[in-house]
C-alpha cells in the first residue's frame, strides 16, 4: 500500500504553510468570488466594460482597481503594518481575503463585454462615491493606468428591466436632487440599453422618466450639474443618480486625462498624424525626385523636331509643379496646371514611350484640339478648366453650358 503525503501548511511536522490551501479551507477558490445572485434584489455595485473576448482579464483588473479603493476610503481591512513573522502575515492576508469576500462578489451579467462587482456589505461606500474615489487616483496615478476596463459606472440599486418597476425604484434616488426642497437643478438622463428586449424604445422610456422630474429643473444637455443613469441589461436594470458623470469624462477609464502623456486615444492621434505627415513627406520626396530625375528638372522631354515659338522655361516650370502635384495626388492642381499648359498650345504625353521610357510635349497645338471637348466653367468666380465628360465644373458645381441648354 502506498502512503499518502500530508498536504504542505496540513498543521504537521512543521512543513512549510501553503497559502493556497488556506484559500481553499477559507472558501476563496479563486481571486474573483462569482456568486449566483439575482440581480433584481437591488444589488449595489459598479459595471465596468471592456472589450468583448477581455471580460476575465477586466474582471481581474477591477477587483484590483476596488481593492485598492475600498481601503483608501477606509471600507478594508488590508494587512497590518510591521508583521512579526511569516505566519502572522499569512494570517492577516487570509482574515483580508475573508473580508474582501463579504464585500465583493461578481455576478454573471449574461452580456459579453459587462463585468458587474457587487458591493455586498451593507457599509461600504456608496458606489457613486467609490467611482469618483477610482477616477481620483487614476488622475493622481495613485493607481496605474487601467488596460482593459474601458467605462466604470455607478450603480445605486438594480431592478429588473421593466419601466413600471424602473419608475418605481427610481423615484426615492431623485427625492434628494429634485425634491420640493432642492433648488433648480440642470440635468439629464443617460439611457443605455444592452442586449435587451427590442421593446424597449429609448426614446419613449427617457421620456416617461423625464416626466418624473419637476418642471422648474430645467434639462441641459451639454454641462448638467446632475445625470440620471438608466443602464438596461437583458431583464434587469442599474440605476443612480450622479453629479460626477459629467465631470467625470462620462466615467471613461481611457480618457487622455486618466492616461500617462495623453492616454490611448492621443497616442492613437498622434500616430495617424505621424503617418499622414510621413506619406506627404514620401510624397514630396517622389515628387522632388521625379522632378530631378534628369537636368531637364521636370522628368519630360520635348519632342524631336518641335520647332514651335513656346517658353520652353515656363512649359518646363509647369510640368515640374505638376509632377510634384501628381505624386501627391493632388489632382485638381494638376488638373489646373494642364489647362495652363494646353492654354499655350502644349501637348503633355504621360504615358512613357515604350523605347526609351521617356515622357514627351511638344508645342504648336490647337486650344481646342488638345481640350478634346474640356469646357471653361462659366461661374465668373470659378472659370477652372473641365473635363469633357463632366457635366457640371467639380469645383463649384455649375452646370455644363452645353448640358445646361439641352
Known sequence: MSKRKA????????????KALWRKQAGLGSHRPVQQLCINDGLRGVLFTCHTHRARAAAGEAFEILRHVL???????????????????FDAELAALRTERLQLCEVDTGIKGCVLIVLKDAGAPEPDAVVAKLFEELKSKSLPPVREVIRASPLAITCKGRLPEIIKTLTPLLEPHFGPSAPPTRWNIVFKKRATDPAVVSRDWTVSLAALVDER???DLKDPEVSVLVDVFRASCGLCVSRNYHRLHQYN??????????????????????AKGESRRAAEAAGAAAGGADDRGSGYVRAEGDSSEVDASRVETL?????VARSAKDWSAADSLLAQLHEMGVDVTDKPDPTDGTRRW????????????????????????????????YKCHTPKPQAAAS
Open 7 to 18: 498536504p504542505a501548511g496540513g498543521g504537521g511536522g512543521g512543513g512549510k504553510r501553503n
Open 71 to 89: 481601503a483608501e476610503l477606509g471600507a478594508g481591512s488590508g494587512a497590518a503594518a510591521g508583521e512579526a513573522d511569516d505566519d502572522d502575515a
Open 217 to 219: 429643473h430645467p434639462v
Open 253 to 274: 477609464c481611457q480618457h487622455k486625462a486618466m492616461q500617462p502623456d495623453g492616454g490611448l486615444a492621443l497616442a492613437a492621434a498622434e500616430a495617424k498624424a505621424k
Open 319 to 323: 510640368l515640374k509643379q505638376r509632377t
Open 362 to 393: 511638344c508645342g504648336g497645338k490647337s486650344v481646342e484640339d488638345l481640350r478634346r471637348g474640356d469646357w471653361t466653367c462659366p461661374n465668373p468666380s470659378c472659370g477652372i478648366n473641365c473635363f469633357a465628360s463632366k457635366t457640371a465644373c
